[in-house]
């Protein structure tokens, strides 16, 4: 069996299993594509909060992300009951924007079903408006800015 990470994921990737709920499946009996993202999402705020930087840290830091983007390839279905697992890490900084790759592999056979790639955004609190990302900030992420 090969690695849960693909050859592009760094090492200090962060990883979480899940299970597919009933409630995630749709009309065709599969994990629904809106289920999916949402994994994305959770894994990106779950890898976040594993370095100390919930919302309520990145409130006191007066800033919060926001989704610009996701890409999400569709490889392969889920069905209730099976574990999942989501890879994550930051691919990259620019300025006030970062992109997040996630990988989800199911866990029995570690066939890679969605590969993602998102898009988010610093915004500065109260505002609203785009800000540069510290480089405090990306080094938490293990980033070099």
Do not use: C
């Not at 209730?80 to 924007?97: C, M, P």
């Not at 609190?125 to 990306?138: D, F, M, S």
Request: aromatic residues 8%; hydrophobic residues 45%; charged residues 25%.
């Amino acid at each position: 069996m090969k690695s849960l990470r693909e050859p592009d994921a760094p090492a200090n990737a962060f990883t979480h299993s899940f299970v597919v709920e009933e409630s995630d499946i749709d009309e065709l009996g599969h994990a629904s594509n809106i289920r999916w993202v949402a994994w994305v999402n959770a894994a990106a705020v779950q890898h976040s909060a594993s370095l100390g930087l919930d919302l309520e840290t990145y409130r006191e830091m007066k800033l919060v992300w926001v989704v610009r983007r996701h890409e999400v390839d569709y490889l392969g279905p889920a069905f209730a009951g099976e574990q999942l697992i989501a890879t994550t890490w930051i691919e990259s900084v620019r300025a006030a924007t970062s992109v997040r790759k996630t990988l989800i592999h199911r866990k029995r056979d570690d066939k890679l079903l969605a590969r993602a790639a998102t898009t988010w955004v610093l915004l500065s609190l109260p505002e609203g408006k785009p800000t540069r990302i510290p480089k405090e900030l990306a080094a938490r992420y293990g980033i070099e800015k």
